[in-house]
């Protein structure tokens, strides 16, 4: 097919722009004060990284930019993200308003845009919502945990947990040109059969044509398997002027299915849809079918799979979120043996699904709702409106199994949640819906209260949304946003601004502050590593028999702050990484330690779980015990099956302590091995021996009384 293709004005570069605080300024006012107006600022960008610091409020924006003299084409003005409200001008025609800080949006421009010099002006709200008032309980603002949460600037603070605001124009402007066909959305369908490896699919193109098209109107659609395998249909489009939707049923077999990366292979196909009437639309897609069952397992492609997972907030101001800082991110959570991400309380660029799609991670989508907000029924609406937006934006995202309409809600959960959880099942039949990730699924066992040994329970589960500490970031990132004169002792007013919990560290952890700054991060580090290592395998310990799944919070900090993460900013990994990916190993030994003191000649008291989250059987593998690198003792001829586990309880452990071991503290290390030698799990945990004797007792008690 012979394809024209639309022509792009790209509006990125320097803009001027004059602030509004009082809102008083008019479009009569910016037009006569064009010439006059010296600030400019790049776009697209947060206006807070462009030295509008802490502002909030109306900001005018305005591009001086050469037009096109084209005829009988469609002229369609694009934004693909403005923070928060944005009402929009070109050459003193009013195009529009719009509401909500990631949607793409766009107007028909074809009857106002000049062939010389134009003028385009872009009023930006991104409000300060009045504390107590409104904010924090009753917001209007739906931009989730962008401007209200524990994670950013300012973090809980009444009067400072609005700084730093995300307002500005701060994803791309383009102007499109040259057909006379645009294509708003492509959504993508398909009904698969694991069984027969086949698929019925489903494309829906929403197209506006700017004439009734009086030729024939045929799409090509190309869609090209990940061997380069192509097959070509042809779509009739609806011709009449304006708006349309045309659509078609596709049949596809020799299915290749997107698996995640610890499953199999995240397979995607190539889309293509092109017409000499409207440009070249492209996707890639993945073919898979979720199930969340009814005591929460979850399946993929009909297979159960246990979610090991994390919540993110990958950036706090979006425009600074690059391709490279996106892979690195999704790099490190792959590395991390995790295959199920919660999208925290907000909606990201689209870049970062994409890299979800290619490295095969499984995505919890939530609405960006957190905590509560205004009970009105103009709310209650625009937040439909904006969940729509959200489904249909980021639809044809293979990696996308779950949608979420509200963290923490409280009990907004009854009324506006439900509205919610109705509104996405009109918009996807397809994937798992849940009305909200609230309270009774977020165990802080070890942080907000308790102490860490109370996993043991496996607490709120069975799908356990978010659980952690928070743990220092090493002192070359600490010291990049604390000064050194507040580093230590710290100054908990600065530390508190970067979202650190001083009464949970010190009166619940009971982390020690040592006597300077690095024993404190270490103890600080040491803390969250022991809790999620504590967690997970109490978790894992119960997988399918009341735990399907759970989610760590949080991956990586969204700006210089000390939070959950075990990642800083700087992606510099805490502890806490190396024992989340230890304990989130696809073949994980687990050892539970009945007793840690032992008289000369004693048999070890531990129970031994074998947890298999792989596809495969272990066969005939083995644990092998040793002290001071020195094997005494081993079980033998244990196998596993697939995505299963396999449990010894200590009346089954028969491993003496080995005849020469000394007095005193001793480290055991537990390997299981394969067949072939390879170490597919390893355990470390430390006793203490003692000679039977009387005074060697007392002596011990004495110790443990000064202790």
């Known amino acids: 097919m012979n394809n024209k293709q639309e022509n792009i004005i790209d509006l990125k570069g320097k803009w001027k722009y004059i602030t509004d605080a009082n809102a008083t300024l008019s479009i009569g006012d910016i037009s006569m004060r064009i010439d006059t107006i010296k600030n400019k600022m790049d776009i697209p960008s947060n206006w807070q990284l462009q ?49 909500g800080y990631f949607q793409k949006f766009r107007f028909n421009i074809t009857d106002f845009l000049l062939p010389t010099d134009n003028i385009l002006v872009v009023k930006v709200n991104s409000p300060y919502e009045q504390p107590g008032e ?41 102007i499109h040109y040259g057909l006379p066909v645009f294509i708003d959305q492509v959504k993508i369908s398909s009904k698969v059969s694991i069984k027969n490896k086949s698929a019925e699919v489903e494309v829906k193109i929403r197209h506006t044509n700017i004439v009734k098209i009086n030729k024939d109107f045929n799409a090509q659609i190309e869609i090209t398997n990940p061997e380069g395998t192509t097959e070509i249909f042809s779509l009739d489009m609806h011709r009449r002027q304006g708006e349309n939707t045309s659509e078609i049923i596709l049949n596809l077999s020799h299915i290749y299915f997107w698996q995640t990366f610890d499953t199999g292979k995240p397979f995607l196909y190539n889309i293509k849809i092109s017409s000499k009437f409207f440009s070249n639309y492209t996707c890639q897609y993945g073919f898979k079918k979720v199930k969340l069952a009814k005591d929460k397992t979850f399946f993929l492609n009909n297979k159960k799979l246990f979610l090991k997972g994390t919540n993110l907030i990958a950036e706090q101001f979006l425009s600074s979120l690059s391709n490279e800082r996106i892979e690195k991110i999704v ?32 995505v919890w989508q939530d609405f960006a709702l957190q905590w509560t907000y205004e009970e009105s029924k103009d709310f209650h609406q625009n937040a439909v409106n904006q969940i729509k937006d959200m489904v249909n934006q980021l639809y044809n995202h293979p990696s996308i199994a779950f949608w979420c309409c509200h963290n923490e809600p409280g009990p907004q959960i009854k009324v506006l949640d439900k509205e919610l959880e109705k509104a996405v099942k009109k918009e996807d039949t397809q994937r798992i819906i849940r009305r909200a990730s609230n309270y009774e699924e ?30 220092l970031p090493v002192l070359s990132s600490l010291k990049k946003f604390i000064k050194d004169d507040e580093l230590f002792p710290p100054n908990f007013e600065t530390w508190e601004y970067h979202d650190f919990q001083p009464d949970q560290t010190f009166n619940i952890t009971k982390v020690n502050i040592g006597n300077g700054i690095e024993e404190f991060i270490n103890n600080s580090q040491n803390y969250q590593s022991e809790l999620l290592t504590t967690a997970i ?32 900013y700087y992606l510099v990994p805490k502890s806490g990484y190396y024992n989340l990916k230890q304990a989130y190993s696809p073949i994980l030994l687990s050892i539970n330690v009945r007793q840690n003191q032992y008289f000369l000649g004693s048999k070890l008291n531990l129970d ?40 010894i309880p200590f009346e089954r452990v028969n491993i003496p302590l080995p005849s020469d071991i000394s007095e005193g503290n001793q480290f055991i290390s537990a390997k299981l091995i394969s067949s072939d030698g390879q170490v597919l799990s390893s355990y470390e945990f430390m006793i203490k021996v003692l000679a039977k004797d009387i005074k060697r007792i007392r002596e011990e008690e004495s110790n443990t009384r000064i202790l």
């Open 134 to 174: 409104v904010w924090p309980l009753k917001k209007k603002a739906i931009k989730g945990v962008l401007n209200h949460h524990d994670c950013r600037p300012g973090a809980w603070n009444p009067e400072k947990g609005q700084d730093k605001n995300t307002g500005g124009i701060w994803n791309d402007v383009f």
């Open 537 to 568: 395998h109490y978790y894992r310990r119960k997988k399918y028999e009341g735990i399907t799944g759970v989610f760590q919070f949080m991956f990586v900090d969204c700006w210089p702050s000390i939070t959950w993460s075990v990642v800083d």
């Open 331 to 362: 790099t490190l959570i792959r590395e991390a043996n995790i295959n199920a991400v919660r999208v925290h309380a907000h909606i990201n660029r689209d870049e970062l699904y994409s890299e979800f799609d290619r490295q095969g991670i499984l």
């Open 608 to 647: 031994l779980w074998i947890i298999n989250d792989t596809y495969n059987i272990i066969k005939d593998c083995k644990i092998e015990f040793s002290c001071n690198k020195v094997t005494f003792s081993t079980i033998e001829h244990l196998s596993v099956k697939e995505d299963n586990m396999y449990f």
């Open 51 to 99: 030295n509008l610091d802490n502002y909030s409020g109306p900001v005018w924006f305005i591009k001086k930019f050469k037009g096109v003299d084209t005829a009988n084409d469609i002229k369609i003005l694009e934004f693909y993200g403005v923070d928060y409200f944005a009402d929009v001008w070109l050459n003193n025609n009013y195009l529009g308003h719009h509401e």
């Open 442 to 471: 977020h165990p802080y066992e070890g942080w907000y209260w308790g102490v860490k040994e109370h996993y043991i329970a496996a607490p709120m589960g069975p799908l356990v949304t978010e659980f952690g500490a928070q743990a």
